[in-house]
Nanobody
Framework: QVQLVESGGGLVQAGGSLRLSCAAS????????MGWFRQAPGKDRDIVAA????????YHADSVKGRFTISTDNAKKMVYLQMNSLKVEDTAVYYC????????????????WGQGTQVTVSA
């Protein structure tokens, strides 16, 4: 069983930066694909980024490409989302996710979700 706990959300002005962290627990994490999703008020949950634990294969949604970076620290069992040049439209609850199948993460159906952390970007 995988458990995910996010932290690092908050209020930031447009153009600013935040780093989200996800602490993962489980015995076979190295087999999982990890990711970040977000959900804005009244909208569906959308994938933001994904990564294999090895870090050798990453995906970033077009809307965040060049501004956000997903990474892992295998020794600490942490997944990070560095968010730079934040925009008002990045305001959402951000969720850390995990699944044994990369496909399931990319299509929006990962099996494990964290509780979410709020990111609010003000104009």
């Amino acid at each position: 069983q995988v458990q995910l706990v996010e932290s690092g959300g908050g209020l930031v002005q447009a153009g600013g930066s935040l780093r989200l962290s996800c602490a993962a627990s489980g015995r076979t994490l190295s087999r999982y694909t990890m990711g970040w999703f977000r959900q804005a008020p009244g909208k569906d949950r959308d994938i933001v980024a994904a990564i294999r634990w090895s870090g050798d294969n990453t995906y970033h949604a077009d809307s965040v490409k060049g501004r956000f970076t997903i990474s892992t620290d295998n020794a600490k069992k942490m997944v990070y989302l560095q968010m730079n040049s934040l925009k008002v439209e990045d305001t959402a609850v951000y969720y850390c996710v995990a699944d044994l199948s990369s496909h399931m993460v990319v299509v929006g159906r990962p099996g494990h979700w964290g509780q979410g952390t709020q990111v609010t970007v003000s104009a």
